[in-house]
């Protein structure tokens, strides 16, 4: 429970989720802040990643408001991207029950780590426009794959769930960044519900810490997400690999020595 914290470890996760709410929204990833944060103040793996997905809905559906806002986001073309993130999602998160303590320990910096070096090396399409992508069979098909696959990680593991989204909505699309951002944030919200109602149902959500980093999230997606529909996410990005590669090798370290 948050009160058995001291008020250090409170601030500092409360600087996390703000930081991590910020990035998210901007180049998405921040769950690769807030998981090694949760697992560093000791939380079993399974309630750090109930408990993120508790947190990551507050910034998630601010960032995804704010895009629609903008008009960077059109419900009605993603229907069936919607539709299989939440099969996939609800799949992933009941086949977290099953996996052991220690493999999920093992396993997470690894994941973590990974995501970001594919952040780094992806090439990422330039597009000036707002043009949605023809609608065509195709398409359909694109977004049941790309709906399925990552509604399904994001329901297992979870961190770096946004910046796969950007980065493959680019590539499959071709649509700018700040589209791809728009829909990265409304399949991270539908994936993170969906994750949430299992992980409550099961158990596996600490609510005071869950809250509390919530609201700060909610307060940097607000301001990341304006900032990156008006700067872009460029400068964003060498601050966040490298807080995410640091974190990551500690959790290693501490999972495996």
């Known amino acids: 429970m948050i009160e058995l914290l001291d008020p250090t470890t409170i601030a500092v996760l409360a600087l996390v989720a703000f930081s991590a709410g910020f990035i998210d929204a901007v ?3 921040g769950g690769m802040l807030t998981v090694p944060a949760l697992l560093s103040i000791g939380l079993p793996p399974h309630i750090a990643l109930g408990t993120n997905k ?21 419900p009605a073309f993603w229907t069936q991207a919607f539709i299989a993130t939440l099969v996939g999602a609800i ?26 070096v594919y952040t780094i090396w992806h090439p990422q399409p330039k597009a000036d426009n707002h043009e949605l992508p023809k609608d065509d069979p195709k398409i359909k098909t694109k977004q049941w794959g790309q709906g399925l696959a990552l509604g399904f990680y994001d329901g297992v593991v979870g961190p770096g769930t946004g910046a ?94």
């Open 91 to 116: 799949i992933g998160t009941l086949i977290v029950d099953y996996i052991s303590t220690e493999w999920l320990e093992k396993s997470l910096p690894l994941i973590i780590l990974a995501v970001a």
């Open 164 to 257: 796969f989204w950007t980065v493959s909505s680019m590539s499959l699309y071709k649509m700018n960044i700040l589209l791809s951002s728009g829909l990265a944030k409304a399949m991270n919200f539908t994936s993170n519900i969906a994750s949430l109602v299992t992980f409550i149902i099961l158990g596996h959500v600490n609510w005071a810490i869950g809250l509390t980093m919530g609201i700060c999230l909610m307060a940097g997606a607000f301001i990341g997400a304006h900032s990156a529909i008006r700067f872009g996410a460029k400068f964003i990005r060498p601050v966040f690999v490298t807080v995410v590669v640091v974190m990551a090798v500690k959790l290693a370290y501490s999972a495996w020595f």
């Open 27 to 29: 180049a998405g990833g």
């Open 54 to 74: 508790l947190s990551a809905t507050f910034a998630s559906s601010t960032a995804a408001f704010t895009y629609y806002k903008k008009k960077l986001f059109s």
